[in-house]
């Protein structure tokens, strides 16, 4: 043993020798290199050639310049099929490595290439085995006629970024390749977008990227940790200094070009999702030739042997950390219809789940536990369909225009089951491809976004993250531009779908305020209406002898004020891509609508910017129907254009005064940018209500997004009329900026209407005024105080003044504070200071209370409390007091009001009690609404309207079953009724004006 130490001493002088003799023998030995198969994106197995010539042009490149020895293709491939494991991408750096350690490379390449049309990019990267890092990366854009020139650029690009020297002669610098200038016949034919900023990641040692994500703010302690095992950290998204895929400081420069993905490359069968440093994701659509049966029971063999899409990200209430419950999903598909299926899992116990509602696309069902799929058909990243269900089935879906302006009266053919299981609920939907919009083409890339809520939480989850500014809550679903993106999908061509749908209706009805008075009148009519799909993404509408009959009725309002209501559209014909129409309408803007009662325009509320289409304005005239002849419409997208033009041709009414009229409307929007976009508009009323000859309304608009939470909003429009006495003075403009962060918020907005801008077929709030508005907000998150999810302080200041004469009309001041509860209870107070100028005599009530000429400074306050809407009784109570122009009010309301009773039955009772006292009298306005709901099926229910206004001292009630027999086709029995009544004493009395019973029916045929 006493030789002991003498010998570890001379092995450890011979190995000390040997190795440096070890390694310059094997510097000596040619370095190996693997090419791992280049992905095809776009999927077609005619152009996989193209990915094995990219490959042997690396490898002959490497060879045939250095002392590097390229491996057999089909060692590399037995490799990778037997390292093949779940989770894990072909071409990711994690399985590169495993490769190169499989195989004895030194580096390993691999990468893909996207072709659409004579366009082709490459991209591929060179990973150093032994230390996983990526040595060289490239992304090569150009014509696929240069397909040869492209493989050598990207081949020299790589071999130079290995430190072995120049490359080919003819190979540019990736760089130079990726910064060609962006011509407009790039982006006119949709096929070119230029390369994102390119990050070297970092690697650890076992050659795997590390997650990346938005910096996330400081996790507050909150209820359910405890939960969770003591010791056990919350798992969080590590920081990432990527440049933002906007581009530089920020600002988009190009739109998604057709066919290009706008995100990671697509998952490599089996896998079903694939993620990159930012978390964002591209999902795989899985076919399933004999389709699924659709029952809600997740028992399909597929639901095992496909692996699901999982790793749901919080949205709120903690920004960007993991989901709380588990939610597993697939996307299929087969010859027909697309399958969304989802197993959620829950860890609360039935009794404890919100699921409440079942009637289709009500307000309430938005508040329940949903499971939502979001489809971006046109992978423009900016518009939409949704479609959602909770643990009951019930059905909804809406339609998302320029990332808001949600349309929830688009009711398209599609079907739902939900089902239960010992962990949670699951869920099966069936929406047809005729149903849907989209590119032609089969091989599809679309965006698309999963979401599921936990609303006893109040926790908003998506399948890729989402800054909580985008909208904490339901509104995070209007960011479609952060969406996933859905690639395999096979579609039909579709371009000649073709739909009819006929309708009968017939009913008696009497009216005692005509003259003369009719009773018990029976009629009956009968129509059609045909939908084409002129392409895949184009669809003609035509309407002969359209019914317009109101089967829903509007809901009154109070209106104490001197500007007209806005009464929202319900009739089919207009509904669908009503979006298309929007004229100067930025994206949905989730930082502000808490603290401040109202969104400017004075005291009233009034004062917004003119809308240039309002379909009301067709078909309705002095509150009274106007037969509709027939007409027609075409809507869609032609490559970067929304395209929108209607023509609708109406019958004379005497009793509405109405004449022979045609309206004519045109809309065109291009996307530009990322989230981006330029329009116009024209419309055209043939018979004009300002004198004899035609009127015409014509306008410019644009809307812009930078950042993640900046907008611009700007439109210029003018009308002309054929009174020579409202000529000149006929322009509109506005221009208004938001920034509307999580903590900080701010608008500004300038806004002028002149006194002869009239858009007959639009509607006008007031006119002859111009606006300044300015808004700003502070909304911290306290992370001490376990209860309180945000403080919201706001301040507001209106300035209107008159167009022509600049003489002030309304100023107001405003400062609120509201606070919203974990359990989403909110909390408000607002302080209004007003400044009103009465041109002429004002009379809000009875005629014999009127408010003369001149100006009125008064003050208010309002608090109000809205339980949230997860709760068996909610809505909003509000309180109001202070001045009323030299008088004062005093207001008690109950607004958005509902009660549950059972899951079936449920009551929405809302009120509004005003009393004003002034020197020139005092009077009250009661308005109570009660809607009374009973749900039979999710396609079949029935509704209670019950409406009493002291104002008009009228009570109205409307009755209406409901009943969808077969998806698209409908049975309505309706009854109406209107009577002058006071039910108070010694006055009281009830006389019938009009009543009415309908029924109605329609059949949809699709061909």
């Known amino acids: 043993m006493q030789h002991a130490a003498p010998m570890r001493i001379a092995l450890a002088v011979f190995v000390g020798w040997l190795a440096p003799v070890c390694v310059a023998a094997q510097g000596d030995s040619p370095a190996g290199l693997a090419v791992t198969p280049f992905v095809n994106i776009s999927g077609a197995p005619a152009e996989d050639w193209i990915g094995a010539g990219i490959a042997e042009t690396i490898a002959a490149t490497f060879e045939g310049r250095s002392s590097v020895r390229s491996f057999r293709r089909e060692r590399v491939q037995e490799a990778l099929r037997t390292l093949a494991a779940p989770g894990t991408a072909a071409d990711s750096n994690s399985r590169m490595v495993e490769v190169g350690r499989t195989v004895?490379?030194?580096?390993?390449?691999?990468?893909?290439?996207?072709?659409?049309?004579?366009?082709?990019?490459?991209?591929?990267?060179?990973?150093?085995?032994?230390?996983?890092?990526?040595?060289?990366?490239?992304?090569?854009?150009?014509?696929?006629?240069?397909?040869?020139?492209?493989?050598?650029?990207?081949?020299?690009?790589?071999?130079?970024?290995?430190?072995?020297?120049?490359?080919?002669e003819e190979a540019a610098p990736a760089s130079q390749a990726a910064s060609r200038p962006v011509d407009d016949a790039d982006l006119a034919e949709g096929s070119f977008q230029p390369t994102r900023p390119f990050r070297r990641p970092q690697s650890d040692a076992a050659g795997a990227r590390p997650a990346a994500a938005r910096p996330?703010?400081?996790?507050?302690?909150?209820?359910?940790?405890?939960?969770?095992?003591?010791?056990?950290?919350?798992?969080?998204?590590?920081?990432?200094?990527?440049?933002?895929?906007?581009?530089?400081?920020?600002?988009?420069?190009?739109?998604?070009?057709?066919?290009?993905?706008?995100?990671?490359?697509?998952?490599?069968?089996?896998?079903?999702?694939?993620?990159?440093?930012?978390?964002?994701?591209?999902?795989?659509?899985?076919?399933?030739?004999?389709?699924?049966?659709?029952?809600?029971?997740?028992?399909?063999?597929?639901?095992?042997?496909?692996?699901?899409?999982?790793?749901?990200?919080?949205?709120?209430?903690?920004?960007?950390?993991?989901?709380?419950?588990?939610?597993?999903?697939?996307?299929?598909?087969?010859?027909?219809?697309?399958?969304?299926?989802?197993?959620?899992?829950?860890s609360a116990p039935p009794s404890q789940w919100v699921a409440n509602e079942m009637r289709r696309d009500t307000r309430q069902l938005r508040q329940n536990d949903t499971f939502a799929v979001i489809l971006d058909t046109f992978y423009d990243r900016r518009n939409a369909v949704a479609f959602y269900t909770n643990p009951l089935g019930a059905i909804a879906d809406f339609q998302i225009t320029n990332e808001g302006n949600p349309n929830s009266d688009w009711n398209p053919v599609w079907d739902v089951r939900a089902g239960r299981f010992e962990g949670g609920w699951t869920v099966e939907m069936e929406i047809p491809f005729k149903s849907l919009r989209y590119r032609p083409g089969p091989s599809q890339i679309w965006g698309v976004q999963l979401r599921r809520n936990v609303r006893r939480k109040n926790e908003w989850n998506y399948i890729t993250p989402l800054p909580i500014s985008a909208g904490s809550g339901p509104g995070g679903i209007f960011r479609v531009s952060d969406a996933a993106t859905l690639v395999g999908l096979d579609a039909p061509s579709g371009s000649r779908n073709l739909e009819v749908k006929p309708y009968g209706i017939g009913g008696v009805s009497t009216n005692l305020a005509a003259s003369p008075p009719i009773r018990n009148a029976g009629d009956g009519n009968g129509g059609l209406d045909v939908k084409y799909g002129v392409t895949q993404n184009l669809t003609a509408d035509f309407t002969v002898n359209t019914d317009f009959a109101?089967?829903?009725?509007?809901?009154?309002?109070?209106?104490?004020?001197?500007?007209?209501?806005?009464?929202?559209?319900?009739?089919?014909?207009?509904?669908?891509?009503?979006?298309?129409?929007?004229?100067?309408?930025?994206?949905?803007?989730?930082?502000?609508?808490?603290?401040?009662?109202?969104?400017?325009?004075?005291?009233?509320?009034?004062?917004?910017?003119?809308?240039?289409?309002?379909?009301?304005?067709?078909?309705?005239?002095?509150?009274?129907?106007?037969?509709?002849?027939g007409g027609g419409r075409l809507t869609g997208k032609i490559g970067a254009f929304d395209v929108?033009?209607?023509?609708?041709?109406?019958?004379?009414?005497?009793?509405?005064?109405?004449?022979?009229?045609?309206?004519?409307?045109?809309?065109?929007?291009?996307?530009?940018?990322?989230?981006?976009?330029?329009?116009?508009?024209?419309?055209?009323?043939?018979?004009?209500?300002?004198?004899?000859?035609?009127?015409?309304?014509?306008?410019?608009?644009?809307?812009?997004?930078?950042?993640?939470?900046?907008?611009?909003?700007?439109?210029?429009?003018?009308?002309?009329?054929?009174?020579?006495?409202?000529?000149?003075?006929?322009?509109?403009?506005?221009?208004?900026?938001?920034?509307?962060?999580?903590?900080?918020?701010?608008?500004?907005?300038?806004?002028?209407?002149?006194?002869?801008?009239?858009?007959?077929?639009?509607?006008?709030?007031?006119?002859?005024?111009?606006?300044?508005?300015?808004?700003?907000?502070?909304?911290?998150?306290?992370?001490?105080?376990?209860?309180?999810?945000?403080?919201?302080?706001?301040?507001?200041?209106?300035?209107?003044?008159?167009a022509d004469l600049g003489t002030v009309e309304t100023r107001q001041s405003q400062l609120g504070f509201s606070t919203e509860l974990e359990n989403s209870d909110r909390f408000g107070v607002s302080l209004a200071e007003n400044y009103e100028f009465l041109h002429g005599e004002f009379t809000p009530g009875p005629d014999d209370v009127a408010f003369p000429v001149g100006g009125y400074r008064f003050?208010?306050?309002?608090?109000?409390?809205?339980?949230?809407?997860?709760?068996?009784?909610?809505?909003?109570?509000?309180?109001?007091?202070?001045?009323?122009?030299?008088?004062?009010?005093?207001?008690?309301?109950?607004?958005?009001?509902?009660?549950?009773?059972?899951?079936?039955?449920?009551?929405?009772?809302?009120?509004?009690?005003?009393?004003?006292?002034?020197?020139?009298?005092?009077?009250?306005?009661?308005?109570?609404?009660?809607?009374?709901?009973?749900?039979?099926?999710?396609?079949?229910?029935?509704?209670?309207?019950?409406?009493?206004?002291?104002?008009?001292?009228?009570?109205?009630?409307?009755?209406?079953?409901?009943w969808e027999y077969s998806p698209g086709s409908e049975l309505f029995v309706v009854y109406t009724e209107d009577r002058e009544t006071d039910p108070l004493r010694p006055d009281r009395f009830s006389d019938l004006r009009n009543r009415g019973f309908v029924v109605k029916m329609n059949r949809l045929f699709r061909f």
């Open 104 to 168: 004895g490379a030194r580096w390993v390449v691999g990468g893909a290439y996207q072709r659409l049309g004579d366009r082709m990019r490459i991209t591929a990267r060179l990973v150093d085995v032994p230390t996983g890092a990526v040595t060289a990366s490239t992304v090569v854009d150009g014509a696929v006629d240069d397909l040869f020139v492209l493989q050598d650029r990207v081949a020299g690009d790589l071999f130079t970024g290995a430190g072995l020297g120049a490359g080919p």
């Open 216 to 346: 996330t703010p400081a996790r507050r302690a909150r209820s359910d940790d405890a939960n969770r095992p003591a010791g056990t950290a919350v798992p969080r998204p590590a920081a990432t200094a990527e440049p933002s895929p906007a581009g530089v400081a920020g600002f988009e420069t190009a739109r998604v070009a057709p066919g290009f993905i706008d995100g990671p490359p697509p998952p490599i069968a089996p896998e079903v999702i694939r993620r990159d440093e930012q978390r964002r994701a591209t999902l795989r659509a899985v076919e399933q030739p004999e389709g699924i049966r659709l029952d809600g029971q997740l028992d399909e063999r597929v639901y095992y042997t496909v692996p699901a899409i999982t790793g749901f990200i919080q949205q709120a209430p903690d920004e960007g950390a993991p989901a709380t419950e588990k939610t597993e999903a697939w996307i299929l598909f087969d010859a027909d219809n697309i399958y969304v299926a989802a197993r959620v899992w829950d």
């Open 550 to 629: 109101q089967v829903e009725v509007d809901e009154q309002q109070v209106n104490l004020t001197r500007f007209n209501l806005f009464f929202p559209e319900k009739r089919e014909f207009f509904l669908e891509g009503r979006g298309i129409f929007d004229f100067a309408r930025g994206g949905f803007s989730g930082g502000f609508g808490g603290a401040l009662r109202r969104t400017g325009g004075g005291f009233f509320g009034g004062g917004n910017a003119p809308t240039i289409f309002y379909s009301r304005r067709i078909g309705l005239q002095n509150g009274t129907v106007v037969p509709i002849v």
């Open 644 to 802: 929108g033009a209607l023509n609708i041709q109406t019958d004379d009414e005497v009793l509405a005064d109405a004449e022979m009229t045609n309206f004519t409307v045109v809309r065109l929007k291009r996307d530009i940018l990322r989230r981006s976009s330029l329009g116009a508009i024209f419309t055209n009323r043939s018979l004009s209500l300002m004198g004899d000859g035609s009127s015409q309304s014509y306008g410019a608009d644009a809307t812009f997004s930078f950042y993640e939470n900046v907008s611009l909003l700007g439109y210029v429009a003018r009308t002309q009329v054929p009174d020579p006495g409202r000529r000149g003075n006929d322009l509109s403009y506005q221009g208004r900026f938001d920034y509307g962060g999580d903590r900080y918020g701010f608008q500004a907005e300038h806004l002028l209407v002149e006194k002869n801008f009239i858009p007959e077929v639009g509607f006008l709030r007031r006119d002859n005024f111009r606006r300044s508005y300015a808004r700003a907000r502070f909304s911290p998150r306290p992370r001490a105080l376990a209860n309180i999810r945000q403080f919201r302080l706001e301040g507001s200041y209106d300035y209107v003044e008159t």
């Open 859 to 962: 003050f208010d306050v309002e608090a109000t409390w809205s339980p949230g809407t997860q709760r068996r009784l909610n809505g909003t109570f509000s309180v109001l007091a202070g001045d009323y122009f030299d008088g004062s009010i005093r207001t008690v309301g109950f607004r958005q009001g509902r009660m549950e009773v059972t899951q079936r039955l449920s009551l929405e009772p809302s009120f509004s009690v005003n009393w004003i006292d002034s020197p020139h009298g005092s009077f009250r306005t009661d308005l109570i609404v009660s809607r009374v709901n009973w749900t039979f099926t999710p396609r079949m229910f029935f509704s209670g309207l019950i409406q009493y206004n002291s104002s008009s001292n009228t009570v109205s009630n409307n009755l209406r079953l409901r």
